[in-house]
């Protein structure tokens, strides 16, 4: 607990503390280099962060939501195309299929992990589905051998949205690398977080990677010579230099995690909520730790009063907004996801929480459950 007794959803200075002289010395180190876009940390960060997620290629660019899209657009997707995603995820996932005119195909998910149902994608398909986009939600692998299977009998490329499953695994293979092309994010909230905007897209596929090496920087092919139509998607040589820093950190920040939601489990046990799922096969890595009570609103609004922060990932699935009301859905299209956007409440999960911390967020949920 902090001086006035809060405990905040996510603590980002208290990371930087730690780690203030090692990201000072490789920022001073950069700002001499004079390589502020691209350059030397990046193609470093790129090659330990191909290594760490076991993929033969890594190309960083400017946010993961610029991963998303070039992977997609790598992969050949665009206008006239369909892409089957969730609808229970962030915008971005969607929002990067509409960017290449592509058509988003929204199927439900599954009621325990909340990633694709897999048992739906094969109703969905049609002949013009080119590719499939699962999202890795809160962590949670997504069940790929299914996916893979589908996508290898119907020529369809998998895309990983692996925005929030930094070092989460499916059988015993880090995500990212598993599908045709994988996308991160190390926007500052995520496990693995820039001091600004960052992404990365993986893959074992060369010529996925020199395309996307190309559509990052304006489509050229060497100094301007566009062969591509291109965009401006660089990741800067701060972001690149800081995040070899992280990277060195990361397996012991999601032992942290994974500590901490074993603890908040054993906390939570009848308590009336339902803590999140970890499948037989998967490695949860919880970038949200979400539980999920029909009385989510109230909840929430007791443990603001009590100073526990939290969120809610997310409270309008992407179907139900305005922004993508063209695709037509209406309320009780998806129920699954649907039902969760109604009951999830994500609690503080971040590597430095501590164990009086944990316990002060569990009896707060106790006590909104059972208090009054
Ligand atoms: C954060 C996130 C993105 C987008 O990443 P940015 O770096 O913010 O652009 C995409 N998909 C999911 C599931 C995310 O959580």
Request: charged content about 25%; overall charge negative.
């Amino acid at each position: 607990m902090d001086a006035n007794g809060m405990v905040p959803f996510l603590d980002l200075k208290a990371q930087y503390e730690a780690l203030k002289d090692e990201i000072g010395a490789a920022v001073t180190k950069t700002l001499a280099s004079g390589e502020y876009v691209l350059g030397s940390e990046v193609s470093a960060f790129e090659e330990e962060f191909a290594e760490y997620v076991g993929a033969r290629f890594a190309i960083g660019v400017n946010s993961g939501t610029s991963a998303l899209h070039l992977a997609l657009l790598a992969a050949g997707v665009g206008p006239g195309d369909e892409v089957i995603t969730v609808s229970c995820t962030f915008v971005a996932t969607v929002a990067a299929i509409d960017y290449t005119g592509a058509r988003p195909v929204f199927v439900d998910v599954d009621p325990e992990t909340l990633n694709m149902d897999v048992t739906q994608v094969e109703a969905a398909l049609t002949e013009r589905t080119k590719a499939l986009l699962p999202v890795h939600l809160h962590g949670h692998p997504a069940a790929l051998d299914p996916l893979l299977d589908i996508a290898r009998r119907n020529n369809l490329v998998v895309i990983e949205d692996a925005a929030q499953a930094h070092g989460a695994e499916y059988q015993g293979r880090r995500v990212g690398g598993i599908g045709d092309l994988g996308c991160f994010s190390f926007y500052p909230g995520k496990n693995l977080g820039a001091c600004g905007e960052a992404g990365m897209v993986v893959t074992n596929t060369e010529r996925y990677a020199h395309a996307i090496r190309k559509l990052r920087d304006w489509g050229q092919e060497r100094k301007y010579h566009h062969v591509l139509k291109g965009f401006n998607y660089r990741m800067e040589g701060l972001q690149g230099a800081i995040l070899r820093v992280k990277l060195r950190h990361l397996d012991a920040w999601t032992d942290a995690r994974i500590r901490h939601a074993a603890t908040y489990q054993d906390l939570l046990d009848g308590s009336g909520v339902r803590t999140p799922v970890e499948m037989p096969d998967a490695r949860h890595v919880y970038h949200v730790y979400a539980v999920r009570t029909s009385k989510r609103d109230s909840v929430r609004e007791k443990l603001q009063a009590t100073g526990v922060q939290t969120g809610i990932h997310y409270p309008i699935p992407v179907h139900l907004q305005k922004a993508y009301e063209h695709l037509g859905h209406v309320p009780g299209d998806l129920p699954v996801t649907e039902k969760a956007a109604q009951e999830l409440l994500s609690l503080p999960m971040f590597p430095e929480l501590q164990l009086k911390q944990l316990e002060s967020v569990a009896r707060a949920v106790r006590e909104a459950l059972h208090g009054e």
